[in-house]
């Protein structure tokens, strides 16, 4: 089983924060990296997917990066909102197109 | 309006009692999995299916089975539900691309308990 690790866990900011939490993979083998976001109640819904090193994609005020070399993605959210609060998963391809997903981090957007 | 669609989406069962979990996709997409999703544990892949007839077990294949007949469907079998298959399903699919920068749909889910 591949080792897909996300943090922090969970994380409180408050209504404009910045932040950013990270995803660690293994960096053998990699073909993408994905990023997921799921609201309570709801289903994941892609953000962003990333095959290349040095990728950087954005969405919004939503960024990621992608080192493959070192194994990890960072996922940065600019001027947090209350509608941003959700888990945000990242998930790790390898050539047998198989999905590993990390356990997750869950962001609560104070107003 | 393209969607991944699931059935039922809640079920309570007894253990033993065979079970089919439906997945049903509009988009034409070639890949298709299954997942469980636990507390503590995230997503896990039960199965995979790159198109009709091709299925690969994911991280937790044991006790499901699946099939792949037609492109649009991709059903979960439970064959003898026990309670540690208590949890949270869910069906995704997608195109598939040599590079894996596919975007997986999610259904909505379907929560399962086995007493």
Same mark, same amino acid.
């Given at each position: 089983?591949?080792?897909? +690790?996300?943090?922090?866990?969970?994380?409180?900011?408050? +209504?404009?924060?910045? #932040?950013?939490? #990270?995803?660690?993979?293994?960096?053998?083998?990699?073909?993408?990296?994905?990023?997921?976001?799921?609201?309570?109640?709801?289903?994941?819904?892609?953000?962003?997917?990333?095959?290349?090193?040095?990728?950087?994609?954005?969405?919004?005020?939503?960024?990621?990066?992608?080192? #493959?070399?070192?194994?990890?993605?960072?996922?940065?959210?600019?001027?947090?909102?209350? +509608?941003?609060?959700?888990?945000?998963?990242?998930?790790?391809?390898?050539?047998?197109? %198989?999905? #590993?997903?990390?356990?997750?981090?869950?962001? %609560?957007?104070?107003? | 309006?393209?969607?991944?669609?699931?059935?039922?989406?809640?079920?309570?069962?007894?253990?033993?009692?065979?079970?089919?979990?439906?997945?049903?996709?509009?988009?034409?997409?070639?890949?298709?999995?299954? *997942?469980?999703?636990?507390?503590?544990?995230?997503?896990?892949?039960?199965?995979?299916?790159?198109?009709?007839?091709?299925?690969?077990?994911?991280?937790?294949?044991?006790? *499901?089975?699946?099939?792949?007949?037609?492109?649009?469907?991709?059903?979960?079998?439970?064959?003898?539900?026990?309670?540690?298959?208590?949890?949270?399903?869910?069906?995704?699919?997608?195109?598939?691309?040599?590079?894996?920068? *596919?975007?997986? *749909?999610?259904?909505?889910?379907?929560?399962?308990?086995?007493?």
């Amino acid at each position: 089983i591949l080792n897909v +690790e996300q943090s922090p866990q969970s994380l409180h900011v408050q +209504e404009g924060d910045s #932040t950013n939490f #990270t995803c660690s993979f293994p960096s053998s083998n990699f073909y993408a990296l994905h990023w997921y976001r799921w609201e309570t109640a709801k289903s994941p819904e892609a953000l962003f997917v990333m095959t290349l090193n040095g990728d950087e994609k954005k969405k919004g005020r939503i960024s990621a990066t992608l080192n #493959t070399k070192e194994g990890y993605s960072y996922l940065y959210i600019k001027g947090s909102q209350p +509608e941003d609060s959700a888990t945000y998963l990242c998930a790790f391809s390898n050539a047998g197109n %198989m999905l #590993t997903f990390g356990g997750g981090t869950r962001l %609560m957007v104070k107003p | 309006e393209a969607q991944v669609t699931q059935n039922p989406r809640y079920l309570i069962t007894v253990t033993g009692k065979k079970l089919t979990v439906t997945c049903s996709q509009n988009m034409n997409h070639e890949y298709m999995s299954w *997942y469980r999703q636990d507390p503590g544990l995230g997503l896990r892949q039960i199965y995979y299916s790159m198109n009709v007839e091709v299925t690969d077990k994911g991280d937790v294949p044991e006790g *499901y089975k699946v099939s792949r007949k037609e492109k649009r469907n991709f059903p979960l079998i439970l064959e003898s539900p026990s309670p540690n298959q208590t949890s949270l399903y869910f069906c995704a699919s997608s195109l598939l691309r040599t590079d894996h920068s *596919y975007e997986q *749909y999610f259904g909505p889910g379907t929560r399962l308990t086995v007493t």
